[in-house]
């Protein structure tokens, strides 16, 4: 799968992925956009990027929940579900498995940097601050 003709199908795959992260999402229906069977495209997605298509989604949610942790005033739940999660308990631990704390921790954490109540840190925090503070 070394042709740039093939790497291209398997980009669109990915951007896919990328485009869509907030609904469900199937391996099949990620494959049929990079036109190739679900376990070669597992199997090609997982030698070119070094993660699995479910690992690289997975990261893309937890990123964007933890933007929105941070920025925005929305219940675990809320964020949960604008993420593509429908479980809260699935996400919480994917959560907790990708970064170390659990969503209600990492935003306490940030939240606790402010000197203003309920102010978002992201308007008070510089970023390297933040993931310094985090271990980043």
């Known amino acids: 799968m070394a042709t740039s003709y ?6 669109a795959g990915r ?3 990328t485009d869509n992260f907030q ?10 956009q990079a036109y190739l069977s679900p376990y070669h495209f597992l199997r090609v997605f997982k030698h ?3 993660e699995t298509p479910n690992e690289f989604l997975i990261r893309l949610r937890v990123e964007q929940a933890k ?14 579900e604008h993420v593509g999660y429908t479980s809260l308990g699935s996400f919480s631990s994917l959560f907790l498995k990708q970064t170390g704390m659990a969503p209600t921790l990492y ?3 940030l939240w606790a940097l402010s000197a203003e109540p ?4 992201a308007r008070a925090i510089p970023a390297c601050y ?7």
């Open 6 to 11: 093939k790497l291209t199908r398997l980009k």
């Open 15 to 17: 951007d896919y992925i």
């Open 23 to 32: 609904t469900p999402l199937s391996l099949a229906d990620m494959a049929q």
């Open 48 to 50: 070119t990027y070094g």
């Open 67 to 80: 933007k929105m942790l941070i920025t925005e005033n929305y219940s675990i739940s809320e964020v949960c």
């Open 107 to 109: 935003r306490r954490k």
């Open 118 to 121: 309920f102010c978002f840190p």
């Open 130 to 136: 933040a993931f310094h503070f985090l271990g980043k």
